[in-house]
């Protein structure tokens, strides 16, 4: 993660760059995230409880609470603890009218511009602004936006360029960019970067690896083969026998399921490293075990090391053939195994 971040900070020119830890750090524990990611300029969660937690092991950098307060009751925390909320909604100024925090607070204000999901409507900049800048007990405010497309050809011109036209007389600082417009498209920079992803050591986009990106996988997935199995031709292997043998063949079942974050859906074919060398999975994945194809795999045995993903196999690559994308397939990691530190 450490140098995912300096590769995030090459991109980011001067402006400061949140490390976004939502999530458990994309599946990959927040108290190792914020050990590794100590050079970040801040932290971007999602709940107070998360950014109470970063505080809590010492983290003293700017916190941003994406999604802000969830009710009038966060603002003392906020207060308190120094966070930073997202405003994006009405409501959120109403509670902060009613309650003024007790010591003034940065906020971020979000508009949409085009993404429709959270954010104050781009023509109500003016009012909204100014609406925010009567409330006593602010410190100041960032303007802020969010992407949807900056990993597609589309890119983020069609959003980027009105948000700075409607904001650029208001004289403040912002912020726009995740991993993909951080790496993809300079110009929006602005104050305060956000990339998440990245740092985590995927790649955003589909058409270009984390490897030509210069990342390197912050998570290895590994498991073992805990049983060989020779099939004949014809039989099947798994819940609903969903590969059958062509010929005879051997077949690991690997101590790995989808109770461990493994996708359920990955099909026949899904990457895999058995003893470092590339093979797939066969048949549907079951809670604890999943079986892979040992044809190409000789030497493998009981105790052979298996790499779902991470180390010399992209959790991108995993993804594809399972459809679904890095990000969920990181997030899903569930929290029984057993983790090591690398870095
Ligand atoms: C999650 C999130 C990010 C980080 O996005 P990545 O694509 O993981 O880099 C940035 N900004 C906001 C508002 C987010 O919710």
Redesign the pocket.
């Known amino acids: 993660m450490a140098h995912n971040l300096r590769v995030a900070r090459s991109h980011a020119g001067t402006a400061c760059v ?1 490390a ?1 830890v ?1 999530a458990n750090a ?1 599946g990959h524990g927040l108290s190792r995230a914020r050990r590794a990611l100590a050079a970040a300029d801040g932290f ?1 969660v ?1 709940t107070l409880e998360e950014a109470a937690n970063l505080r809590l092991m010492g983290v003293e950098q700017p916190i941003l609470l ?2 802000g307060i969830f009710g009038a009751d966060e603002i003392a925390t906020c207060a308190e603890l120094d966070l930073w909320p ?1 405003l994006h909604h009405v409501t959120q100024l109403d509670w902060l009218q009613q309650q003024p925090p007790a010591r003034p607070i940065q906020v971020f204000l ?1 508009f949409d511009s085009g993404m429709h999901r ?1 954010g104050f409507p781009l023509a109500e900049h003016a009012a909204i602004v100014a609406r925010t800048k009567s409330l006593s007990g602010l410190a100041g405010m960032t303007l ?1 936006t ?1 992407f949807a497309q ?2 597609e050809a589309a890119g983020v011109d069609w959003q980027l360029q009105p948000f700075l036209r409607e904001m650029g007389g208001h004289g403040l600082p912002w912020s726009s ?4 417009a ?1 790496l993809r498209y300079p110009e929006s920079q602005g104050a305060w970067v ?6 985590y050591g995927a790649s ?1 986009f589909a058409d270009v690896s984390a490897e030509q990106l210069g990342l390197r996988p912050a998570m290895t997935l590994q498991s073992e083969i805990i049983s060989v199995q020779t099939l004949q031709s014809g039989e099947g292997v798994g819940y609903g026998q969903l590969f059958r043998a062509e010929r005879a063949m051997r077949v690991g079942v690997v101590a790995c399921g989808y109770a461990d974050g493994y996708p359920r859906h990955a099909l026949t074919g899904t990457p895999v490293l058995v003893n470092g060398r590339l093979s797939r999975t066969l048949g549907r994945v079951s809670m604890d075990m999943l079986c892979v194809d040992l044809s190409a795999c000789a030497d493998a045995n009981v105790g052979s090391p298996v790499v779902l993903w991470g180390d010399g196999l992209p959790a991108d690559a995993v993804a594809a053939a399972a459809g679904t994308s890095s ?1 969920e397939l990181l997030c899903a990691l569930a929290a029984r195994g057993p983790v090591m530190d690398t870095n």
Do not use: Q, T
């Not at 960019?177 to 993909?180: D, G, L, M, R, V």
């Open positions: 949140f976004v939502k994309y971007a999602l994406l999604e997202v979000k959270l802020m969010h900056a990993d960019a995740n991993s993909a951080l956000r990339p998440g992803l990245m740092l955003p990000y």
